[in-house]
């Protein structure tokens, strides 16, 4: 929920920041370790020649970043156009601030990909090369 302080400022929840992202086109997964335990929630977005991808780890534990289209691991991208790390706040309102329309050039089946299961509450990013 957005709120307003005294002060002033507006407070927007992380869930406020989520379902921004999910109306941008994010799609989540959420990996879980050996116990099966959540490990990570796991945005991503392709779109215009790039991918956008968002981990969220804990509160203060938020890595996004802003790849090419063609970048073949999108958990641990060789080349990054954009990235930050930190609170969730601030990463999450970064991402939301990057212009939707990066100019890139754009090449037949470079944002092609989709998420396959792996094991149970794990997937895998599988891009069409």
């Not at 335990?37 to 968002?54: F, L, N, T």
């Not at 534990?61 to 999108?74: F, K, L």
């Not at 754009?106 to 599988?126: D, F, I, T, Y």
Request: net charge negative; glycine share 8%.
């Amino acid at each position: 929920m957005t709120s307003r302080a005294d002060t002033g400022v507006t407070v927007v929840s992380t869930a406020d920041l989520l379902r921004q992202l999910v109306t941008r086109g994010f799609r989540f997964v959420h990996p879980t370790d050996d116990d099966g335990e959540i490990a990570a929630v796991v945005g991503v977005r392709v779109h215009c020649g790039v991918i956008d991808v968002v981990k969220l780890h804990d509160e203060d534990d938020v890595h996004a970043m802003r790849m090419p289209g063609d970048e073949t691991d999108v958990l641990a991208p060789r080349r990054v156009l954009w990235q930050t790390s930190g609170y969730v706040s601030i990463v999450l309102g970064a991402m939301l601030a990057l212009p939707d329309d990066y100019s890139a050039p754009s090449r037949r089946g470079e944002n092609s990909g989709c998420w396959v299961p792996v094991r149970p509450g794990s997937a895998k990013w599988l891009a069409v090369v």
